[in-house]
């Protein structure tokens, strides 16, 4: 079938759209390996929040005025570079140490060119 302009052709996926096939650049607790950024995200998370969310166009204000912000960010994150995880996953992360989850979220813009 021509593909005309302005008409849509629609297609069936070909393989299972929910199964994403990237790890995460950096491992979960590798939130060490730039010592400023890790000083910067224990001494200050708020601000380490807020500069990382701006930097995905985010509100800047997001972390400190939606709680569970984190935690829907990193689901954003996920599914914007078909990284593998749950939001089980994501869960437990933002809750349990949200240091290094922060730090690994960074760590993946920079690494994605962004």
Known sequence: M????????????????????????????????SPKICCLAFFCLPCFSCYTFKRTDEFLCTPLLVPMALNSFRGKMRTAFRIKGS????????????????????????????
């Open 2 to 33: 021509k593909n005309h302009p302005g008409h849509i052709v629609a297609t069936e996926p070909t393989e299972n759209v929910w199964k994403y096939e990237n790890e995460w650049s950096n491992g979960f607790c590798d939130c060490c390996i």
């Open 87 to 114: 939001i089980f996953t994501d869960c437990l992360a933002t809750t349990f140490c949200p240091i290094c989850s922060l730090v690994q979220m960074y760590n993946e813009l920079n690494n994605q060119g962004l």
